[in-house]
């Protein structure tokens, strides 16, 4: 019997991954990714995530390029 009450169900997926790095946002689509369908958390791979890494410091044009509003949150 597991030491833990729960059962952690994980869906492989693919989906949308925001990753900063030196105090930039990227985005990127398409990821594949283990994803809780309860949380929403996404898991990926330490190799997903080490290839992510490896095509910011590409410096290549990015597929498109996106604005987005910041908000702070409430006090």
């Known amino acids: 019997m597991s030491k833990y009450p729960w059962k952690e169900l994980l ?4 989906v949308n991954y925001v990753m ?6 990227f985005i990127f ?5 283990r994803v809780n369908p309860e949380t929403g ?5 330490p190799r997903t995530f080490q290839r992510l890494k490896a095509k910011i410091k590409e410096h290549k044009k990015p597929a498109r390029v ?9 006090a």
Request: proline share 10%; hydrophobic share 35%.
């Open 11 to 14: 869906i492989e997926k693919t």
């Open 29 to 33: 689509e398409k990821v594949p990714a």
């Open 20 to 25: 900063e790095e030196d105090g930039k946002l």
């Open 41 to 45: 958390e996404q898991l990926l791979s």
């Open 66 to 74: 996106v604005e987005m509003p910041v908000y702070e949150f409430p």
